[in-house]
């Protein structure tokens, strides 16, 4: 059984198009997280959710807006889709607010072409 | 701006040797972990360090932290192929103020031949 499960692994868009990613995690816990990485492997905290709670809400473009109908789930919704916004976006989860560590998902790849 | 910086940014070693990946931080921290990444796979916990602690293990994993001085170290003694991997630290801020909010290096990119 996989714990953090993402879909799709990998997303090929055209510019300007609005897409979603999907995640779901069946390990009980109550924080979810989404992190991107870019072309260098850098890897940076986009939001986390706390039981479906918005607390962590970095300098994002509001293009970028998650979702977490309940604590097991964790979208991600891009509009208008940028060359730059090309990465890995990783979702991950930790039993509660504030505790480590985290589990991944296996990412999935997003090209804009 | 990048918390955790690892070096070197690559590594290639012989099987059987041992690997040192080192990381330096900038602010105060309630803990440090390290984690692997395969090719193309998500990111998986390898061990977690807190700040009262100066050195950990954990089989072949060997961690140390020196608070004074901002750094940690990853020591994998005899390495194997399968550790063929890129290796991050993260660390998690002081204060209870991170909400689990980890900053990641950019990471040390290890190769172990057969």
């Known amino acids: 059984d996989t714990a953090v499960s993402q879909t799709p692994k990998y997303l090929v868009t055209q510019m300007g198009n609005d897409k979603s990613i999907k995640c779901e995690q069946n390990?009980?816990?109550?924080?979810m997280y989404w992190y991107k990485q870019d072309s260098k492997k850098f890897l940076k905290i986009m939001f986390s959710y706390n039981n479906k709670e918005l607390i962590i809400n970095e300098t994002v473009p509001n293009r970028f807006s998650p979702k977490s109908p309940d604590k097991a789930h964790l979208n991600l919704h891009i509009n208008s889709l940028e060359l730059g916004d090309s990465a890995v976006y990783f979702c991950?989860?930790?039993?509660?607010?504030?505790?480590?560590?985290?589990?991944f998902g296996n990412g999935t790849r997003l090209t804009v072409t | 701006s990048q918390q955790g910086e690892e070096d070197p940014q690559a590594l290639s070693i012989q099987e059987g040797e041992n690997a040192t990946m080192n990381c330096s931080y900038k602010t105060s921290i309630n803990n440090l972990q390290w984690y692997r990444q395969n090719s193309g796979r998500g990111l998986v916990h390898l061990i977690l360090i807190r700040s009262n602690e100066r050195e950990k293990h954990s089989g072949r994993l060997r961690v140390t932290l020196d608070t004074s001085k901002k750094s940690s170290s990853l020591l994998i003694t005899a390495s194997r192929a399968a550790d063929t991997a890129s290796y991050f630290c993260?660390?998690?801020?002081?204060?209870?103020?991170?909400?689990?909010?980890?900053?990641f290096g950019q990471g040390t990119i290890l190769t172990v031949h057969p």
């Open positions: 993260a660390t998690d801020g002081a204060g209870g103020t991170s909400y689990g909010k980890l900053t």
């Open positions: 390990l009980g816990h109550d924080t």
């Open positions: 991950a989860s930790s039993p509660r607010q504030g505790s480590s560590p985290l589990h």
